[in-house]
C-alpha cells in the first residue's frame, strides 16, 4: 500500500502500534519474572494488563475505521525489545533490575512518541471518539513512564551500592 495521504498514514501508524502492543505483550511477562524488585515486577505485570487494554482499544479503533488490525510489524519495537533482552541476559540482580528499567523506559517513549502522532492525525481527521480512545493510552504511557522513573531512583541507588 502506498501511503500518500493523511488517512493511509494513520492507518499505517496504527498497524505500527498495534504490532508493537502485541510484541510487548510477549516481553512484559519475561521482564516480570526477571525483575528482582517486589515494586519492579508489580508495574511490569500490571503494565502487562494495561497493554492488554490498549490493543482492545486498538481493536476498537480499526472497527470505527472499518480497517483489519493486522498486517504490519512494528520493526522498530522488535528492535528496542531484542535490546531490552540483551541486558537482561548480560546482568544480574538490582543491575539488571536498572537495565531493565532503561529498556522499558525506552520502549515507554517509543509508544508516546506513536501514541501524540496519531491522536494528532485523529484530531485532524475529525475522529474524536478514537483522538479520545489514543488519548486514553497516551495517558497510560505517560504513567507508566512516571512510575518507572519512581521505581528507578530507588533501585538504581541500591545497583549502585551493591556493584560498589
Known amino acids: 500500500m502506498s501511503v500518500d495521504t493523511v488517512e493511509k498514514l494513520f492507518v499505517d501508524e496504527l498497524k505500527d502500534l498495534?504490532?508493537?502492543?502485541?510484541?510487548?505483550t510477549k516481553a512484559l511477562p519475561k521482564m516480570a519474572k526477571a525483575a528482582t524488585s517486589s515494586d519492579l515486577k508489580t508495574a511490569f505485570e500490571t503494565h502487562l494488563q494495561?497493554?492488554?487494554?490498549q490493543i482492545q482499544r486498538l481493536e476498537r479503533i480499526f472497527e470505527i475505521?472499518?480497517?483489519?488490525?493486522?498486517?504490519?510489524?512494528?520493526?522498530?519495537m522488535k528492535g528496542v525489545l531484542e535490546e531490552g533482552a540483551e541486558v537482561m541476559e548480560e546482568t544480574?540482580?538490582?543491575?539488571?533490575?536498572?537495565?531493565?528499567?532503561t529498556a522499558a523506559q525506552r520502549v515507554e517513549h517509543y509508544e508516546i512518541a506513536g501514541y501524540g502522532s496519531v491522536r494528532t492525525f485523529a484530531e485532524l481527521l475529525g475522529q474524536s471518539e478514537?483522538?479520545?480512545?489514543?488519548?486514553?493510552?497516551?495517558?497510560?504511557?505517560e504513567?507508566?513512564?512516571?512510575?518507572?522513573t519512581q521505581i528507578a531512583k530507588k533501585v538504581n541507588k541500591i545497583a549502585h551500592k551493591q556493584a560498589a
Open 65 to 76: 475505521l472499518g480497517k483489519a488490525a493486522g498486517g504490519k510489524t512494528c520493526k522498530g
Open 92 to 101: 544480574q540482580g538490582e543491575l539488571r533490575d536498572a537495565a531493565m528499567i
Open 143 to 148: 504513567q507508566t513512564d512516571e512510575k518507572l
Open 18 to 24: 498495534y504490532s508493537a502492543e502485541k510484541q510487548i
Open 130 to 141: 478514537i483522538a479520545s480512545l489514543l488519548q486514553q493510552t497516551l495517558d497510560e504511557e
Open 50 to 53: 494495561e497493554t492488554e487494554g
